[in-house]
């Protein structure tokens, strides 16, 4: 692949994504994880911690 497809492609899907959550529209962001995905926010804030699945990540992604 070119750098710059590469790139062109990457950059469509994250605004696509954050796009979804600024929208709202929070279960088809969710689409873009596995259904078995974990996901994990570093720190000791209320933020971090461990999502199992997509349904604790779009709750998780439902707080922005």
């Known amino acids: 692949y070119h750098p710059n497809v590469y790139a062109l492609l990457v950059g469509s899907l994250l605004r696509w994504f954050i796009a979804q959550i600024n929208h709202g529209r929070v279960a088809r962001a969710a689409w873009f994880f596995h259904e078995d995905a974990t996901f994990v926010f570093a720190g ?16 998780w992604l439902d707080r922005f």
Not at 44 to 59: L, T
């Open 44 to 59: 000791d804030s209320s933020w971090s911690g461990r999502r199992q699945g997509r349904e604790e990540i779009a709750e």
